[in-house]
């Protein structure tokens, strides 16, 4: 089916020149990053070890996870809302993983050396089940979403023996972003991020930026296709996101009261200086004061009936939640934990434009996977929908 990736109108092909020339340039500014050093072309430093690009993993995983939201209740529970967009999921899944994979890979001084990690492995460390894991998710969705979406090509159901591997994917799932909060919670010296809560807020957040990034998708696939993932899908997409949202709020609540109300300074601190800033030191503030305001955009939106209503409305809202949470877990999160330091200073870090055009170029790769895949499985879908069973419905 690869040669349906080869046809397409103008428009489409400039897309993808976009986003090759934004990998070009992202892979000199790779380059340049890896030869002069980190502490000249990022926001890093001695204080602040981890920045954008751990961000970067840190949020497309939970995008990548969330795509056992519409994968669960279609093959779980015969739920056939889903059914058009469970390979759209699938597959926004697989580009999501390989964004947060080289996220990391940009940063590491030896990038040679990431095959050590497999080559000799120690089982004791988190960054070596985060690497198993999300190796393991980008492959079974990859196989699954391909081999429904050929069975889907042939007018026919898909093979029995895929189902397993469909259950796999669907159980694997809260795994990649479980295993990755587990690189934060289990550090001792960063107060900030050691909570219980940590891998559930991380999933409650990935709940709604995922859903909220399948809305925008869908949106762009029916104005640029014939393709129609369905106006049901949509509405449920907006629900679980609302949900989620309202859930990863009240877990800021529960860190907010769990600092304020023991006094504890080692956990409170981060915050204050989220919020307020600390010392003199508020770069993050207004950051922060968007992030909270896009949030409670797209919820009030998402929430009010009259609102809602409008598929106008739905995108809105749902960009509003995906870049929050996008602002929130893809920078401050990450920079926060490391403010103040182990003597008590507040190192500040930025988005350097050298780390932020590696970054885009990251992005870019995963975006060209993506559209990739969904030009393919456009074309298949655009002749015919099936059902779970494989019954032919002809989209007019």
């Given amino acids: 089916m690869l040669d349906l ?40 430093s001695r204080d602040v070890t981890w920045g954008f690009h751990v961000g970067q993993l840190t949020f497309f995983v939970g995008v990548a996870a969330s795509a056992v939201l519409v994968v669960l209740p279609y093959y779980f529970h015969n739920y056939k809302v889903f059914g058009r967009i469970a390979v759209i999921g699938e597959f926004l899944a697989v580009g999501c993983v390989l964004i947060a994979m080289l996220s990391v890979f940009v940063i590491m001084g030896q990038p040679s050396r990431v095959w050590n990690v497999l080559l000799h492995p120690t089982p004791h460390s988190i960054i070596f089940w985060d690497m198993v894991v999300l190796i393991t998710y980008l492959s079974l969705n990859l196989l699954c979403g391909w081999t429904v979406l ?4 042939k007018s026919a159901p898909p093979p029995k023996w895929i189902k397993p591997f469909i259950y796999w994917a669907i159980l694997w799932a809260p795994s990649i972003h479980t295993v990755t909060a587990f690189l934060y919670a289990g550090l001792p010296g960063r107060p900030h991020w050691m909570t219980a ?16 990034l399948l809305i925008i998708l869908s949106m762009i696939i029916r ?15 907006a629900e679980i996101a609302t949900y989620a949202l309202i859930i990863h709020l009240f877990f ?32 993050l503030v207004p950051w922060m004061a968007v992030s909270t305001l896009l ?18 409305t739905k995108v809105i ?13 893809g920078f401050a ?15 500040e870090a930025w988005i350097a434009l050298n780390e932020f055009l590696v970054a885009a170029g990251v992005w870019s790769v995963g975006a060209l996977v993506i559209t990739v895949l969904y030009k393919i499985a456009i074309t298949v879908k655009e002749k015919a929908v099936f059902d779970k069973y494989g019954q032919k419905q002809v989209i007019e």
């Fill in 5 to 44: 990736a080869l046809k397409g109108r103008p428009r489409y092909w400039i897309w993808v020149s976009f986003l090759i020339t934004m990998i070009l340039i992202g892979f000199i500014c790779w380059m340049r990053e890896h030869h002069i050093g980190a502490a000249f072309t990022t926001g890093l």
């Fill in 317 to 329: 809202a749902a960009a509003c939640v995906f870049f929050s949470i996008w602002m929130d877990k």
């Fill in 197 to 212: 809560l940590q891998a559930a807020h991380f999933l409650a957040t990935a709940f709604a930026a995922g859903p909220s």
């Fill in 150 to 153: 050929h069975a889907e090509k």
């Fill in 333 to 347: 999160f990450v920079v926060s934990g490391f403010i103040p330091n182990p003597f008590d200073r507040v190192t």
């Fill in 252 to 283: 800021i609540g529960l860190e907010f009261f769990a600092a304020f109300y023991s006094q504890i300074p080692d956990h409170m601190k981060p915050l204050i200086y989220l919020y307020q800033g600390l010392e003199g030191h508020n770069r």
């Fill in 295 to 312: 949030a409670f955009i797209g919820l009030i939106i998402f929430i009010f009936p009259p609102l809602r209503k409008w598929n106008v």
């Fill in 223 to 237: 104005k640029v296709s014939k393709f129609d993932p369905g106006q049901q899908a949509i509405n449920k997409l």
